[in-house]
């Protein structure tokens, strides 16, 4: 009943102008006034991404979906909305909603046995909770499924669909191909807009993208030299800045609060990192779950997460497009696994890890698929991964009590691995 | 006759999988292209590579190569049509024998991805000249493409006589793997296409190649047949068509059990069947070029982003043939096949043409579950 009844409220473009929008508002306002929920840096990201969607929900701005890897810059520089339809999943699993829009996503013919956070996005849409979009684009990479699920997006909403093509490798006649559908998409969403393309204001999200590069660089380096300046695993969280937020301001601004507060945490004495330290794989569950805290419970410490690395090179903001194409392309689950090997290998390097753990979301082909030459290139590393399957946003597909008792193993065997328990490992950094 | 008898071949084998593979290239190299035709029995090693939620075939194409039953193989190409071929190889380079060369195939069909596609065909010339050790020359190229043209067209005739002939499904199929494992010599005998010539001559004669595989013998048989004055056995049952992805020689038995159930099969959208030859190359102009625009201007599948002309495509097969229902055969965990289902129903609903789906599973067959449900979607028509 209440369901329906939010259904209805979102469904019915006058409520959620009167009711949603200012809710949105309100919420923000919660943020901007209880200083000691989050940290300052927390409280920006929360309010930037509550803003898009406050933005999305208003419906005054072209609203595109987005999936995961398409460049934000070339939306933000046409001042049209960017809305994640995965994000939208992870929404929908962090409040709870998973079996419902999952339900519905299925009812549509979804594959039950594929990516449950892009069913669980669609699913979402089917239930009419979502704003309307103006167009749909989505990238050919990471996966088979995001494409169709975006595809399948856009005729339910009669939206114009556009796929970016992404190639396997940056290769000059790959990037000449993909640079060319960017400049493509950025004139048909332009039209759709009903603007021109601003060169100017695409100059500008480019310097904004690589200013908020630097600053994510620049905290990378400090979690590598006290990866206590942040705590464990909140890196993951910098997936939706990171492909939703870069080329805004708030972009930047984000991600120079996150760096200042980690230079702040540094100059002050931080509780050493104890025990065997984890380096987390692909992605974690998007509904409240237990993973970090068993591991803490245990005596490791996560002290990265593959997600929140910059994978990229700094663009060059007089060629915006090719800058872009370039990034698309260098993503580290895009081309070669091997390109991916490496990128773990030199992470595990550099945090000094222990071992690693790979949440394997079901449904999920090219993450499942690498995982044996992963485990192969991490052993011949001296470092063993553990793989724990499971559901990323239906807490039903995730058995709690089988994933602690991995978990803690595999803490304990690394802490045998590496002397005489967390305090051998403590004095070997 | 087992797998290991392609050994038997002269020229090195290269393997490929996904029928977006420019196999003229491969041809004009002096190297023998042949399509792996999966492996049951052989999946055991590479389920511990491979996880069980992944393409079934892949993993059996996979277990048969490290278990050596293909006999030796030059390498494989590998097109990066989704995400269990782009796993695929990475395990393969890691595991599996000989080279690995990823093609990266578009998915939009452009004139911009045209040009990339060239600049891929050109860079799969260049590793394959490391392997043949000589360089792909332009004659030999158009040679290539001329051969497989003429096989294209000889096996077009024969899906023509599909709708009013008797013509089983298995046996059409088994000449669709024969053009994919044997030299065009052997698939384009004037015989292949002309069967009001009981003289010709029988097809195996002095070629110097052997079948490789069950389903390749039966091909030839069957080509030696249609040397013969066509027998006038009219074709009976329901009129149905089959769509879906690659249809290995191990999932042939749910074709005699689509037959047995009182189905007749008009016509194929199969990757691994008429879909994946249809259309020729033109023989004028650049051959790299037009090599590329056929392969990208073909029958899309399902991973491209314009799928749907697909689904139009099939709905006018539907009402060329006559058929009355379309059989969806797909490999498990395929994602781009399963998410089409949903406006592929709704197509062909507006056709008139009723869908049933069935998945395929090298590990794990179910007949008497599918035969059931064949039955019942037979008897719905």
Redesign the interface.
């Known amino acids: 009943m209440l369901f329906d009844l939010i259904r209805w409220a979102l469904a019915n473009d006058r409520f959620r102008r009167g009711f949603v929008a200012p809710a949105l508002r309100f919420e923000i306002l919660q943020l901007a006034l209880t200083p000691f929920r989050a940290t300052r840096a927390e409280r920006l990201l929360a309010e930037a991404g509550l803003r898009l969607s406050l933005r999305a929900f208003e419906g005054r701005e072209a609203v595109i979906y987005t999936s995961l890897f398409t460049p934000p810059e070339l939306l933000h520089a046409l001042g049209v909305v960017p809305f994640g339809l995965e994000a939208a999943g992870a929404g929908v699993a962090a409040l709870g909603l998973a079996p419902q829009a999952l339900a519905a996503a299925e009812r549509?013919?979804?594959?039950v046995?594929?990516?449950s956070i892009l069913r669980a996005g669609l699913g979402v849409a089917y239930l009419g909770l979502l704003p309307r979009p103006q167009a749909v684009v989505a990238t050919?990479s990471l996966?088979?499924?995001t494409?169709?699920?975006m595809?399948?997006a856009a005729?339910l909403y009669g939206a114009p669909f556009f796929?970016l093509?992404v190639?396997?490798?940056a290769?000059p006649?790959?990037l000449?191909?993909l640079a060319?559908?960017l400049e493509d998409l950025t004139g048909s969403l332009a039209a759709i807009a009903g603007r021109a393309p601003d060169p100017a204001r695409l100059t500008e999200a480019v310097r904004l993208s690589n200013e908020a590069r630097g600053h994510l660089d620049r905290l990378t380096a400090q979690r590598v030299a006290c990866p206590g300046v942040l705590p464990p695993g909140d890196g993951q969280g910098f997936l939706y800045p990171i492909n939703l937020l870069l080329g805004s301001p708030a972009g930047a601004t984000v991600f120079r609060a996150f760096a200042e507060e980690a230079a702040g945490r540094a100059q002050r004495p931080l509780p050493h990192v104890r025990g065997p330290r984890v380096l987390l794989l692909h992605v974690l569950p998007y509904f409240r779950h237990h993973i970090l805290d068993t591991l803490q419970a245990a005596g490791a410490c996560v002290v990265f997460e593959e997600m929140s690395q910059v994978y990229w090179p700094e663009m060059d903001p007089s060629q915006p497009y090719l800058g872009l194409a370039r990034r698309c392309i260098a993503h580290f689950d895009n081309g070669?696994?091997?390109r991916r090997t490496e990128a773990v290998l030199e992470l595990a390097r550099r945090f000094a890890v222990d071992g690693a753990l790979h949440f394997s979301p079901?449904?999920c082909?090219?993450s499942?698929?690498?995982?044996?030459?992963l485990r192969?290139a991490l052993a011949a590393a001296g470092m063993p991964l553990l793989e724990l399957e499971g559901d990323c946003v239906d807490a039903r597909g995730c058995p709690e009590g089988q994933q602690r008792t991995r978990l803690m193993a595999f803490v304990e065997a690394l802490g045998q691995r590496t002397g005489e328990g967390n305090r051998a490992t403590d004095e070997r950094r | 006759m087992g797998m290991n008898e392609l050994s038997t071949a002269p020229e090195p084998r290269v393997a490929w999988l996904c029928s977006y593979t420019p196999v003229e290239i491969v041809a004009a190299m002096g190297l023998r292209p042949v399509r792996l035709p999966g492996g049951a029995g052989h999946e055991a090693r590479a389920r511990s590579i491979l996880p069980a939620a992944l393409c079934p075939y892949l993993r059996a194409c996979l277990g048969a190569a490290l278990d050596g039953a293909y006999g030796p193989l030059a390498g494989v190409i590998v097109a990066n049509g989704c995400d269990g071929l782009r796993r695929l190889a990475d395990v393969w380079a890691r595991y599996g024998p000989g080279f690995v060369h990823l093609l990266d195939v578009p998915r939009r069909r452009d004139e911009a991805a045209l040009a990339y596609l060239t600049s891929q065909f050109t860079a799969l010339a260049e590793r394959l000249a490391l392997v043949a050790r000589r360089a792909l020359t332009e004659h030999a190229l158009r040679l290539a493409i001329a051969e497989r043209n003429a096989t294209r067209r000889l096996l077009g005739e024969l899906d023509a006589r599909r709708q009013g002939q008797a013509l089983p499904v298995r046996e059409l199929l088994s000449l669709v793997d024969l053009s994919a494992e044997a030299p065009p010599a052997v698939c384009n005998l004037s015989s292949f296409s002309a069967p009001s010539n009981p003289a010709a001559p029988p097809l195996r004669s002095g070629l110097g190649w052997e079948p490789p595989l069950p389903g390749a013998e039966s091909g030839l048989r069957l080509a030696e047949q249609l040397a013969c004055p066509p027998a006038a056995t009219p074709a009976a049952g329901t009129p149905v068509v089959l769509s879906g992805n690659v249809f290995t020689p191990d999932d042939r038995p749910l074709a005699g059990l689509i037959e047995a159930a009182g189905g007749w099969v008009v016509g194929d959208d199969l990757c691994s069947g008429v879909r994946g030859l249809a259309g020729e190359v033109t023989e004028e102009g650049d051959p790299m070029q037009a090599l590329a625009r056929r392969y990208l201007e073909r029958v899309p599948c399902p991973r491209m982003a314009d799928a749907a002309a697909r689904w139009d495509d099939l709905a006018d097969l539907c009402g060329r043939r006559e058929a009355r229902g379309v059989i969806h055969l797909s490999q498990e965990y395929c994602d781009a096949s399963l998410y089409e289902l949903a406006p592929l129903h709704a197509r062909l609903e507006r056709a008139g043409v009723r869908l049933l789906h069935l998945e395929l599973d090298a590990d794990a067959a179910t007949p008497g579950q599918a035969r059931t449900r064949v039955e019942a979607f037979l008897e719905g028509l």
């Open positions: 549509a013919w979804a594959p046995d594929a990516c050919s996966c088979d499924s494409p169709k699920v595809a399948a005729r796929l093509d190639p396997y490798e290769t006649p790959a000449a191909y060319g559908q070669p696994l091997e079901h449904g082909r090219q499942w698929g690498a995982l044996q030459v192969d």
